[in-house]
């Protein structure tokens, strides 16, 4: 815990939402917002572009992308609406997702769908799966000749399963059909090799599991694929090529944007390297035993179940507790005021899930508070 600038009044169970920033990397983001007030016009026009390209560079290379492939975005909302609003749709057109989708990537869609006639089909992805070809083999189920563009996340949000993505993909792509990936909760807690997964485009976020700051994500566009992405907002980096002879048309297109303060995207080299440094593949494997035991001690207690098999969940995992609640925000505050967990207690169609997550500073001593709270307030007279 001491790594991290968390309070330690409070156990703190949702890596998942926002992240969470070890003290060096937030030194670091503060140090680069140091160095821009020195002296902004030398930072934001001579140095920011090298600095920026060399960010980028290390970004691709954790991600098994190529430089020119990558950009840095806010976070994956943004890429979402660049995606959805600029690629050529219209009324004969389908979008396929999942009914486990991210809500505002979800409406970003449903937004440009509204402008553009073309429909957004969501097929369900029934709990629980069995292997990630059932998984594939349920959601190809949506896929017709209308279908046009794939989005899926790659760990979802609500259920926190990992998707069959690098399957999709392929079959998407025999099939003619682009393919996005939401891949906000990949990154830093699975291994990404965007070469590898095959799909046309994808987007993270760095401040969750890579635990850089916030307003650090990414967005990827096959080189083959970015003829097709326009930018979300036009400022300079639209004529950034007639104007300042700049080669690279899609990072500036989608990467300058007018002033903006880059420190969180500088700061995810930092971010790399204390991952590196410090979640090895032990601390990787420690969070996630953590998470399989608060579920599975969890499922001791009377009434509440797991939902997926062990293999389809990291750092982050699932406790139903549907038959036992009828109120998720009031569990959740009843949590957050009476033993200061916080912790997500999520509705997904008509079913209650507490969503775990376990990072680094999480104790064995966190879990068991977990459970705790949970056996008094999920008791017959607090349900
Ligand atoms: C699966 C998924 N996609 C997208 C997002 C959007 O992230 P942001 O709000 O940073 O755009 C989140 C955020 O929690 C998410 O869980």
Redesign the pocket.
């Known amino acids: 815990m001491s790594d991290f600038l968390l309070d330690p009044e409070v156990i703190f169970l949702n890596h998942?939402?926002f992240g969470a920033c070890p003290k060096t990397v937030f030194e670091e983001y503060q140090r680069w917002q140091r160095e821009l007030e020195r002296q902004p016009v030398r930072f934001l026009q001579r140095e920011l572009p090298g600095l920026l390209a060399d960010a980028r560079r290390q970004v691709a290379s954790y991600l098994g992308a190529n430089a020119n492939e990558v950009v840095f975005v806010?976070?994956?909302?943004?890429a979402?609406n660049t995606i959805a609003r600029s690629l050529p749709l219209g009324p004969d057109d389908e979008v396929l997702i999942s009914d486990h989708?991210?809500g505002?990537?979800r409406f970003a869609f449903e937004h440009a769908a509204q402008q553009k006639g073309f429909r957004v089909v969501q097929q369900a992805i029934a709990l629980p799966v069995e292997s990630p070809e059932a998984i594939a083999d349920a959601f190809w189920q949506g896929v017709t000749e209308k279908t046009k563009l794939i989005f899926l996340?790659h760990?979802?949000?609500a259920t926190a399963l990992e998707l069959p993505v690098a399957q999709i993909c392929q079959r998407a792509r025999e099939a003619g059909i682009l393919t996005m990936i939401?891949g906000?909760?990949a990154p830093g807690q699975i291994d990404v090799d965007l070469c590898k997964l095959g799909a046309d485009f994808y987007t993270a976020?760095c401040?969750?599991w890579m635990c850089a700051p916030k307003g650090s994500?990414i967005f990827y566009a096959r080189e083959d694929r970015q003829h097709l992405v326009e930018p979300l907002v036009v400022g300079w980096g639209w004529g950034a090529e007639k104007t300042f002879h700049r080669e690279n048309e899609f990072i500036e297109h989608h990467e300058w944007l007018g002033t903006y303060d880059p420190s969180a995207f500088l700061t995810v080299p930092a971010a790399i390297t204390w991952q590196n440094q410090v979640v090895t593949k032990e601390v990787r494997q420690r969070s996630r035993d953590l998470v399989h035991s608060a579920v599975h001690l969890a499922a001791q207690i009377d009434g509440i179940e797991r939902v997926h098999p062990d293999s389809f969940y990291y750092q982050m995992g699932l406790i139903d507790v549907t038959a036992k609640c009828v109120d998720a925000e009031a569990l959740k505050s009843r949590l957050y005021e009476k033993y200061r967990i916080e912790i997500p207690v999520i509705r997904w169609q008509d079913r209650i899930f507490i969503r775990v997550s376990a990072h680094a500073y999480t104790t064995q001593g966190d879990i068991q508070a977990l459970i705790q709270a949970l056996q008094e307030q999920l008791s017959p007279q607090n349900s």
Do not use: M, R
């Open positions: 998942g939402s806010a976070n994956p909302t943004f979402a989708e991210y505002a990537c996340s760990i979802t949000s939401d906000a909760h976020t401040h969750k994500g």
